[in-house]
């Protein structure tokens, strides 16, 4: 009896030690998915990111409104039909869409954008006489401006395009792997944008939100 405890025992050991290094197995290959990912997002961030001076510069060109401030203004209201300033009552007044189309003259988004995936519904409301409501002429408004924007960045030599969680991907199935691409479409061959789904390109997948409005968390605080 004894001798069939002790062999119990000594299985019951072996299956945890088998399971102890599956699991350290696990977490480093975690961890070399992770620093490999931070590397490629650094690298791209070097490349295509716009810093903190840069995305100010972009700022004050809206804020003073100069030419190149209004060509971006009229371009999108005639190329996207996007006048995010018109309705006084939408929260999507305070988005930094011009600012936004000002860098991607360059080819370049904010570094903010390239550490994370973009809340890009998150002012997407209105005050109403009721409360604030969402508002689906806001979300329209929003995804046109994405769809433009994604392709005055491409056009200006970004290399990737903006792309969208399938909706059979959970939220928290992190899109880390070399098969994201089988989880996520891009946002050109969707016909309408999801609510409440994130937006990402390829090199920022899986990283800290950030939204319209706060395109340098340093530079602008958010609501």
Known sequence: MTAIILFAFAILYIIACIEDIRRQSHDAAVRRQYD???KERDAFMEMYGADDDAVAAALEEDTLRTPLAETIRERLKKEAN????????????????????????????????????????????????????CSPEARAMIERFLRWYDDELVAN??????????????????????DYRTKATEIRDLDKLRVWTKVFWPSSRDGISCDLKCICSRLIKPV
């Not at 030599?157 to 899109?175: A, H, K």
């Open 36 to 38: 490999k990912r931070e």
């Open 82 to 133: 996007v006048d995010h300033t018109a309705n006084m009552n939408c929260f999507i007044r305070s988005c930094n869409l011009i600012p936004l189309g000002i860098l991607a003259q360059s080819g370049k988004v904010p570094s903010d954008f390239i550490r994370g995936e973009i809340r890009w519904d998150r002012y997407c409301l209105e005050q109403k006489p009721g409360g604030i409501v």
């Open 157 to 178: 030599g970004f290399p990737e395009r903006l792309m969208q969680r399938n909706p059979d991907v959970s939220e928290s199935v992190y899109l880390t792997g070399d």
